[in-house]
Nanobody, 121 residues
Framework: QVTLVESGGGLVQAGGSLRVSCAAS????????MGWYRQAPGKKRELVAR???????LYGDSVIGRFVISRDSAKNTTYLQMNNLRPGDSAVYYC???????????????WGQGTQVTVSS
């Protein structure tokens, strides 16, 4: 089983910054990518940022130039630095890991419980 624990969410004023972290633990054989998604009330879950095991980064259009995703492979941890936050960034932020728990198995997706980010105007 793979467990993802997010931390670092909270309340911040518009224009401020936050960094959220996601630490993966458990039976992890390999990681293909880790990423962050968010879901606001009444909206679909959307990609915020994703980083692959080769370091390739992909960002959602609304966060380009403001958010930066990084990773510490040795710790199976990914970070999301969020700058110039806007009220529209308010959502529950979920960490996702795409990887394998066994060399005989293909990749699967694992999700964290989510951390709330609220940006006040």
């Amino acid at each position: 089983q793979v467990t993802l624990v997010e931390s670092g969410g909270g309340l911040v004023q518009a224009g401020g910054s936050l960094r959220v972290s996601c630490a993966a633990s458990g039976k992890i054989f390999s990681i293909d990518a880790m990423g962050w998604y968010r879901q606001a009330p009444g909206k679909k879950r959307e990609l915020v940022a994703r980083i692959t095991n080769t370091g390739y980064r992909l960002y959602g259009d609304s966060v380009i130039g403001r958010f930066v995703i990084s990773r510490d492979s040795a710790k199976n941890t990914t970070y999301l630095q969020m700058n110039n936050l806007r009220p529209g960034d308010s959502a529950v932020y979920y960490c996702k890991l795409r990887g394998s728990t066994d060399p005989k198995l293909g990749n699967d997706d694992f999700w964290g419980q989510g951390t709330q980010v609220t940006v006040s105007s």
